[in-house]
Nanobody, 122 residues
Framework: QVQLVASGGGLVQAGGSLRLSCTAS????????MGWFRQAPGSEREFVAG????????AYADSVKGRFTISRDNAKNTVYLQMNSLKPEDTAVYVC???????????????WGQGTQVTVSS
């Protein structure tokens, strides 16, 4: 069992930056692929970024490439999402998740955090 707690969301103006953190319980964090997803009101949950345990595989949604950076610190059981050049369309609840396999597919993620709200004003 893995419990995930996300933090770092908030209100920011367009063009600004935020750094999200997601800390996991348990001793198996370093074996999981970690992903960030987001869900805006009235929209489906969508994949944002993912990283495998070693960091050798990283994937981004096209909409955030070049602006967002995922990273992880296995010693701290934490995955981060650095978000730069934020746009109003980035407004959503951001959720971290853990998967036993290397994937960008929502249904393949086994454990989910509670989410943190990111609001970007124009």
């Amino acid at each position: 069992q893995v419990q995930l707690v996300a933090s770092g969301g908030g209100l920011v103006q367009a063009g600004g930056s935020l750094r999200l953190s997601c800390t996991a319980s348990g001793r198996t964090f370093s074996t999981y692929t970690m992903g960030w997803f987001r869900q805006a009101p009235g929209s489906e949950r969508e994949f944002v970024a993912g990283m495998n345990p070693s960091g050798g595989w990283i994937a981004y949604a096209d909409s955030v490439k070049g602006r967002f950076t995922i990273s992880r610190d296995n010693a701290k059981n934490t995955v981060y999402l650095q978000m730069n050049s934020l746009k109003p369309e980035d407004t959503a609840v951001y959720v971290c998740a853990a998967s036993r396999v290397l994937t960008t597919t929502t249904q393949m993620y086994n454990y989910w955090g509670q989410g943190t709200q990111v609001t970007v004003s124009s």
